[in-house]
Nanobody
């Protein structure tokens, strides 16, 4: 059974920080690319960051230098540290898992077959 559970969303002022966590079931975590994608009202879902099983990370240009994705293999968890938040970062953030190819440079939502329920991030 594949399960992804996000936590850590909330409200923050511009310039602040938030940390999101994604707990993954053992059946998917080991070899998966685990990514974070977001969707704001009226906009397409877009890739934010992803990390493969070797710990190699990919980022959208809009978050490079501000967001850091990491894996905690002892706890089957992938974390997203978001610094220097901007109002345009406000969205529902989803954790998703897919095959290794999902960690390509484009971070396409269609490459991730497994999804969490999402956690809201609001930056004012």
């Amino acid at each position: 059974h594949v399960q992804l559970v996000e936590s850590g969303g909330g409200s923050e002022q511009a310039g602040g920080s938030l940390r999101l966590s994604c707990g993954a079931s053992e059946s998917i975590y080991g070899d998966a690319c685990v990514g974070w994608l977001r969707q704001a009202p009226g906009k397409e879902r877009e890739g934010v960051a992803a990390i493969d099983s070797d710990g190699i990370a990919s980022y959208a240009d809009s978050v490079k230098g501000r967001f850091t994705v990491s894996r905690d293999n002892a706890n089957n968890t992938v974390n997203l540290m978001m610094n220097s938040l901007k109002p345009e970062d406000s969205a529902m953030y989803y954790c998703a898992a897919g095959g290794a190819f999902a960690c390509g440079t484009e971070l396409l939502a269609s490459d991730f077959p497994y999804w969490g329920q999402g956690t809201q991030v609001t930056v004012s």
